[in-house]
């Protein structure tokens, strides 16, 4: 990321599952794979 990684884990953040923190759980998008 352009924080580089001495920022937060090693560039990285952790955040709390399923409590929609900062809005996240609201524009989630994936892909569908067909094999």
């Known amino acids: ?3 580089g990684s001495h920022w ?3 560039g ?3 955040i709390t599952m ?3 923190n900062l ?3 609201l524009e ?3 892909a ?3 094999k």
């Open 12 to 14: 990285f953040f952790r």
């Open 23 to 25: 809005g996240l759980e």
């Open 32 to 34: 569908a794979v067909d």
């Open 18 to 20: 399923h409590r929609n």
């Open 1 to 3: 990321n352009s924080y």
């Open 8 to 10: 937060g884990e090693n």
């Open 28 to 30: 989630c998008s994936w």
